[in-house]
C-alpha cells in the first residue's frame, strides 16, 4: 500500500490561484487528483501517468495543470483562475501498474488515496 499525504489547500478569492501536492511513500505508475463538493460525487480532475501522459477535465482545461516528479514521487496540481465551483475537497490518488489513460479519469482505477485537503474559492 502507497501511503499520500496531500498538502496545500486553503482559501482563495475567485480568480486566485493554490497549488495543491501531494507525496507518495512509493513509486507509482500513475497519480491523479479527484475533487469531492458536499453532496456530491467524487469527481476526476486530472491525472498523470508514468510517461508524463495527462488528461483533465472539460471543467479545468486551460486553468489546472498536472505534473510529477518521478523521483521524488510527488504530483502537483497547480490550479489559475479559481471558481468559486472549484470548492472542493481535493483528494491524490495512486496507481501502481500500467493501464491505458482513459481508463484513469475512473476512481475505480487507483489503489490509494490520500486523505484530501480543503479547497475554499469566495466569489
Known amino acids: 500500500q502507497v501511503q499520500l499525504v496531500e498538502s496545500g489547500g486553503g482559501l482563495v478569492q475567485a480568480g486566485g490561484s493554490l497549488r495543491l501536492s501531494c507525496a507518495a511513500s512509493?513509486?507509482?505508475?500513475?497519480m491523479g487528483w479527484f475533487s469531492q463538493a458536499p453532496g456530491k460525487e467524487r469527481e476526476f480532475v486530472a491525472a498523470?501517468?508514468?510517461?508524463?501522459?495527462?488528461a483533465y477535465a472539460d471543467s479545468v482545461k486551460g486553468r489546472f495543470t498536472i505534473s510529477r516528479d518521478n523521483a521524488k514521487n510527488t504530483v502537483d496540481l497547480q490550479m489559475n483562475s479559481l471558481k468559486p465551483e472549484d470548492t472542493a475537497v481535493y483528494y491524490c490518488a495512486a496507481r501502481k501498474e500500467f493501464t491505458v489513460a482513459v481508463a484513469l479519469r475512473r476512481a475505480s482505477a487507483y489503489d490509494d488515496w490520500g486523505q484530501g485537503t480543503q479547497v475554499t474559492v469566495s466569489s
Open positions: 498523470i501517468g508514468w510517461g508524463a501522459i495527462t
Open positions: 512509493g513509486r507509482t505508475y500513475a
